[in-house]
Every structure is written in C-alpha cells, then in structure tokens.
C-alpha cells in the first residue's frame, strides 16, 4: 500500500500532465486558426488586386527572337545529322563484330567435330 505522500505526489503529476497536454492543444488550435486566417486574408486580397490566387508568381515566358530562332534550329538540324552519322557508325561495327562472331562459332564448333573424331580414331587404335 502507498504512503499518503506517494499518493498526493502521484496525482501532482497527473494533473500538471493533464495541464500542459491542454495548453499543447490550445496552441495548436490557435496557430493554426491564425496560419488559415492569414492564408485566405491573403488569398482575397490577391483575387481583388487580379492577380492569381495561388502562392507562387505565373512566369511568362521569355519570347526569342527570329534570328535566335534561326540559330536554334540550324543546331539542332546539325546534331541530328551527326547523331545519323554516329548511328550509321555504330550499326556498321554491330554488322563486324556479329560476322567476327560467327565465324568465331563456326571454327569452335569444327574443332571440337575435329576433336572428336580425333579422339574416337584414337580409342580405335589403342
């Protein structure tokens, strides 16, 4: 059994945690009745003025000039030929290394016929 002291002690406790879970929520009520309020405070304000109604600022874009444009698309024209070229390039060394390939096959499966047939004359032999 506890002692009185222990008792009144142990509801001392609970009751200041009881005590700072309220403040906690009150803060936080009202917080973030503030944060909302200034949020559509600022929202209407906006939508008076005529601007946009969302937080981040509509970027225009910025417009080129014709000869920007011109120089634009002679790069591009000029990168999408030597990105032709440069597959061409790759599509040829795939045509050699394929045919280096199969003729690679083609002597490896000869030789192990030759090596066969080899060591079947040799059983023969012996």
Known sequence: MLDWFTKQRIQRRKQTKKGEEEK????ETTTSKLITEKRTKEHRDRI?????????PIKKRATKSLAELREEESLLLTERINLKDELAALRL???????????LKRIKVENIGATFTWSLEMEALL
């Open 24 to 27: 906690r929520k009150q803060t």
């Open 48 to 56: 008076t003025r005529g601007e946009s109604p969302s937080p981040r």
């Open 93 to 103: 060394t795939l045509e050699k290394k394929t045919a280096t390939n199969d003729s």
